[in-house]
């Protein structure tokens, strides 16, 4: 009997001082636009569209892989200046859900059914970037995964060239499992140009550690 379609994961808000995380919608879009359309000399390796009907594009495929229940992306809204005026300054997505295949009566139980996940999707607008907006959804969104969702493994991955994201993944606790070459088409826009991907996890039992780090880093900003 063929197993049943995944679930869709549960839609959360995850709410910090510095930050909001509300599920991408379409009501979004203009507002994401409007964040991608600043400075974007950090963008070269990382998607982040430009224009309408890519920014919804964007969205929809974000949507339909929620539905499939393999994601959940997220606006990122930025509370720190007045609390009547927040403003979506970009997104980040928990992505890549995994449903492990355990040997009969080992099944884990976990609240959602995924064991491991991906956060990663993630670009902000130029004046959010290097502030406590990052480090505080990072919080959360390990947060959420380990201590509601239970799981096993945090995946993190970028492109290989692509320094600042690798040594940002390093400083809050993530751990180089290796480069996969050839992994995928880049998101330079140079026709051809191929993606090798560093592949960086942080472990149920390293999460702690790593809360600390992240907890320091939210508290001195």
């Known amino acids: 009997m063929p197993l049943p379609p995944p679930s869709p994961l549960p839609l959360v808000t995850l709410e910090g001082h510095f930050v909001r995380l509300e599920p991408l919608a379409l009501t ?31 969205v929809e495929e974000a949507m339909t892989r929620h539905t499939a229940g393999d994601a959940l992306a997220f606006a990122t809204i930025d509370l720190r200046g007045a609390v009547s005026a927040p403003r979506v300054v970009g997104s980040t997505r928990f992505g890549n859900a995994e449903r492990w295949s355990w040997p009969f009566g080992h099944v884990a139980e976990r609240p959602v059914g995924i064991d491991a996940v991906e956060i990663g999707w993630t670009w902000l607008t130029a004046s959010a970037q290097r502030t406590a907006i990052n480090s505080e959804a990072k919080l959360l969104m390990l947060g959420h995964a380990f201590e509601q969702w239970q799981i096993e493994r945090m995946t993190l991955k970028t492109d290989a060239r692509n320094m600042r994201s690798r040594n940002a993944i390093e400083r809050i606790g993530g751990k180089l499992d290796g480069i996969l070459r050839a992994h ?15 592949f960086f996890s942080i472990l149920r039992a390293e999460w702690p550690a790593a809360k600390a780090r992240l907890q320091a880093f939210v508290a001195v900003r």
Request: charged share 15%; proline share 9%.
């Open 28 to 58: 979004h879009v203009p507002a994401l636009l409007g964040a991608a359309n600043g400075p974007r000399d950090t963008y070269g390796l990382t998607n982040v569209p430009s224009d309408e009907a890519s920014m919804r594009a964007y």
């Open 184 to 198: 995928m088409p880049s998101y330079t826009g140079v026709r051809g140009d191929i993606r090798h991907t560093a």
